[in-house]
């Protein structure tokens, strides 16, 4: 099975910083690669699918990048309403799987 | 609107069975693989379990094999998940999703959310 590996696994910033997360797949899955946004007692929000495609609807201070095994999701000026937990998900297997999650705290 | 209503959780002993549901509303159920997916107390998102649009190609989690089954019913726009022989690992929140239609030849992003039902496992 394909593993996901997130890091920081908590990250603290500020309103206005700019805020990466790495996602590290164990083998290549090319592009296909999502990210979600998930608050406490919500569902998940998908942000990015494909790597790098915006779902429709998500504000454009997200973005993704990365292909092969190293990805990263860029939130370009943190807004009040981005702390949350972020989950990368690789789908190029039978067993699409996700990453442990990164906490986004405020410092 | 697009929508997914989970149903069916609650308090079970372990060894029990439980039903969940989900009832898709705002699209054409029949057009899109559906998906499960869990999480549990203080973890991370887990995959459990995924349907084709007609039933043809379903797959499991290995922690699931054996002991859960997938099913749908495009005549009443439903998923369902059958879940025997629970474990108190298996307590967590479970969703129902949508796949988004245009992942990879092996599986996709899911676009559309239920809110969930939590599946507790406790004697």
């Known amino acids: 099975d394909i593993q996901m590996t997130q890091s920081p696994s908590t990250l603290s910033a500020s309103v206005g910083d700019r805020v990466t997360i790495t996602c590290r797949a164990s083998?290549?899955?090319?592009?296909?690669l999502a990210w979600y946004q998930q608050k406490p007692g919500r569902a998940p929000n998908l942000l990015i699918y494909?790597?790098?495609s915006l779902e429709s609807g998500v504000p454009s201070r997200f973005s993704g990048s990365g292909s092969g095994t190293e990805f990263t999701l860029t939130i370009s000026s943190l807004q009040p309403d981005d702390f949350a937990t972020y989950y990368c998900?690789?789908?190029?297997?039978?067993?699409?799987?996700f990453g442990q999650g990164t906490k986004v705290e405020s410092k | 609107e697009v929508q997914l209503v989970e149903s069916g959780g609650g308090l079970v002993k372990p060894g029990g069975s439980l039903r969940l549901s989900c009832a898709a509303s705002?699209?054409?159920?029949?057009?899109?693989?559906m998906t499960w997916v869990r999480r549990a107390p203080g973890k991370g998102l887990e995959w459990v379990s995924s349907?084709?649009?007609?039933?043809?190609?379903?797959y499991y989690a290995d922690s699931v094999k054996g002991r859960f089954t997938i099913s749908r019913d495009n005549a009443k726009n439903s998923l369902y998940l059958q879940m025997n022989s629970l474990r108190a690992e298996d307590t967590a929140v479970f969703y129902c999703?949508?796949?988004?239609?245009?992942?990879?030849?092996?599986?996709?992003?899911?676009?559309?959310w239920g809110q969930g039902t939590l599946v507790t496992v406790s004697s």
């Open positions: 494909k790597a790098s």
């Open positions: 705002g699209f054409t159920f029949s057009s899109y693989t």
């Open positions: 998900q690789q789908y190029n297997s039978y067993s699409p799987a």
């Open positions: 999703a949508r796949d988004r239609g245009s992942g990879s030849y092996y599986s996709d992003a899911f676009d559309i």
């Open positions: 349907i084709s649009r007609s039933s043809s190609y379903i």
């Open positions: 083998q290549s899955i090319s592009s296909w």
